[in-house]
Structure formats: C-alpha cells, structure tokens
C-alpha cells in the first residue's frame, strides 16, 4: 500500500463540510523572530451559538502554524455541534482518497472509450443495434460508478450516529 499525506487544512474542509458549513477561511502573516502566524476561520450557521469560530497559531513554517490552527478549529466546530471524533485512522482515509482518485481515473478512461466506441457504432451499419444497446449498457454502469465515487467523495456510507 501506498502512504497518501492527507493535510490537516484538507481534512477540515472534508470535516465543515458534513456539517454543511462554509470552507474555511485560511490567512497568514508573519511574526516576530522568524515565526509565521496563521489565522484559520470557519462561519457557523444562524442556529449556532457564536456566529463564528477563528483561531490563530505560531509556527516555524507556515503549514506547522496552519496545522495547529486547523486542529484547534476541528475542536471548536466538534464542541458546538456536539458531536465526538473518535478512531480517525488516518492512514486508512489517505488510502481511501487515493482508491477514489484511482476510481476517478477509471471512470474517465471508461467514458472516453464508450463515446469512442459510440463513434465507431455510428459509422459501421453491420450489427449498429446490438452495439448501441450494449454501449448504452456500459453508459448506464459507468453512471452508476460515477454516483459511487461521488457519494465516497462526500462522505458516503450515511452514518447516521452523532459521530463523526
């Protein structure tokens, strides 16, 4: 298996976006004796206590400030809403982003080659039905797959426990 590095920034916005917020809003400026400040915000609904969370952190770098201030968000947003993260095997979502990148990949090739083969079809008069219906076939499937990939991509699975 291949070690697929998911960001924290990343996962934040994977994270606002299950609950149906705004992305994130990420700045930086630097600081004092080489350090660099990041500020991240994320706007919480009309509903939510405070209109909106924003934490800055200090670091050596920009993404070791930006991670700090990520995770420090990802724990305000889980406080609001009430809800526990637990068992976050990150290497087990970097291998799912990469299957689904990899699905992504194939459902592409596949559609090129249906409308490749539909071309085909459409200049040959030697067994055009049976093709187009066996082309169509292939089409409806590959929509099927695309729905996959997108529902993966968004979280699919449909949890409907208060965790995340």
């Not at 991240?40 to 609904?45: D, I, Y």
């Not at 406080?79 to 990899?102: M, P, S, W």
């Not at 066996?134 to 089409?139: D, I, M, P």
Request: negative net charge; proline residues 4%.
């Amino acid at each position: 298996m291949e070690f697929v590095d998911i960001p924290t920034k990343h996962f934040l916005e994977q994270f606002v976006a299950l609950f149906g917020l705004a992305q994130p809003v990420v700045c930086w400026r630097p600081a004092p004796e080489g350090l660099y400040i990041v500020g991240v915000q994320v706007n919480l609904g009309p509903a939510d206590r405070v209109p909106h969370v924003y934490y800055e952190a200090a670091g050596a770098i920009i993404p070791e400030a930006e991670q700090a201030a990520c995770l420090m968000v990802i724990h305000a947003v889980v406080a609001e809403h009430n809800v526990e993260i637990r068992d976050i095997n990150y290497y087990h979502l970097g291998y799912l982003q990469h299957q689904v990148e990899d699905l992504r990949k194939k459902l592409l090739e596949a559609e090129h080659l249906c409308a490749e083969l539909m071309n085909i079809i459409r200049s040959s008069e030697s067994e055009v039905a049976f093709l187009e219906r066996l082309t169509h076939r292939f089409y409806r499937r590959i929509h099927c797959l695309r729905d996959t990939v997108a529902a993966l991509q968004h979280g699919g699975g449909g949890s409907s426990s208060g965790s995340v």
